[in-house]
Nanobody
Framework: QVQLVESGGGLVQAGGSLSLSCAAS????????MSWYRQAPGKSRELVAV???????NYLDSVKGRFTISRGNAKNTVILQMNSLQPEDTAVYYC??????????WGKGTLVTVSS
């Protein structure tokens, strides 16, 4: 069983930056993609950014140019660097890792609050 732990959330003023990190317990070699989702109050969960095991990245249109997803130094660690944060970025951010057998592992989420 894979356990994911997110860290790095918090309160920041508009225009500020935060870096989220997600670490997986154990060492797995069957992770296909690592991604970040977010869910704002009263809204559905949405995909923010994804990185494949080949390094290909994709982003939600509203965060392009502001957020960067990357792999951490430790295996199965993923980082989301968020710059120029806006109040509409306020949400709980979740890490998700998808295995080659299409099993999705989720973290418990970390809250990001952007004040105006």
């Amino acid at each position: 069983q894979v356990q994911l732990v997110e860290s790095g959330g918090g309160l920041v003023q508009a225009g500020g930056s935060l870096s989220l990190s997600c670490a997986a317990s154990g060492s797995r070699s069957d992770i296909r993609t690592m991604s970040w989702y977010r869910q704002a109050p009263g809204k559905s969960r949405e995909l923010v950014a994804v990185i494949s095991n080949s390094g290909t990245t994709n982003y939600l249109d509203s965060v392009k140019g502001r957020f960067t997803i990357s792999r951490g130094n430790a295996k199965n660690t993923v980082i989301l660097q968020m710059n120029s944060l806006q109040p509409e970025d306020t949400a709980v951010y979740y890490c998700c890792q998808l295995s080659v057998s299409r099993i999705a592992y989720w973290g418990k989420g970390t809250l990001v609050t952007v004040s105006s």
